[in-house]
């Protein structure tokens, strides 16, 4: 079955950085696009970051220059580099992938950025 574990979050000051990690398995991870999701406090879930099975990237606005998604498909697994973290940045942080016929997401991982 589909797993996707999530790991690398923490608390970090802002401006400092973080890389969080997705493994996944039970598909053929190199075929999917794969996401990073966040949801705050009070929050929608919001999508951050995607990346598709070719290898092209897209990002929110409110990370753009700032983080970076990138996939080991020998490793089955995909990344979140983030840089200059801001407070605003603070949420559970997800995996996603679409596998027909569904969603599937990790546990989430915890980044909080504060002073």
């Known amino acids: 079955q589909v797993q996707l574990v999530e790991s690398g979050g923490g608390l970090v000051q802002p401006g400092g950085s973080l890389r969080l990690s997705c493994a996944a398995s039970?598909?053929?991870?190199?075929?999917?696009?794969m996401n990073w999701y966040r949801q705050a406090p009070g929050k929608e879930r919001e999508l951050v970051a995607r990346?598709?099975?070719?290898?092209?990237?897209n990002y929110a606005d409110s990370v753009k220059g700032r983080f970076t998604i990138s996939r080991d498909n020998a490793k089955n697994t995909v990344y979140l580099q983030m840089n200059s973290l801001k407070p605003e940045d603070t949420a559970v942080y997800y995996c996603?992938?679409?596998?027909?016929?569904?969603?599937?997401w990790g546990q989430g991982t915890q980044v909080t950025v504060s002073s």
């Open positions: 039970g598909f053929t991870f190199s075929s999917y696009h």
């Open positions: 996603n992938t679409w596998y027909f016929p569904r969603d599937y």
């Open positions: 990346i598709t099975s070719t290898g092209s990237t």
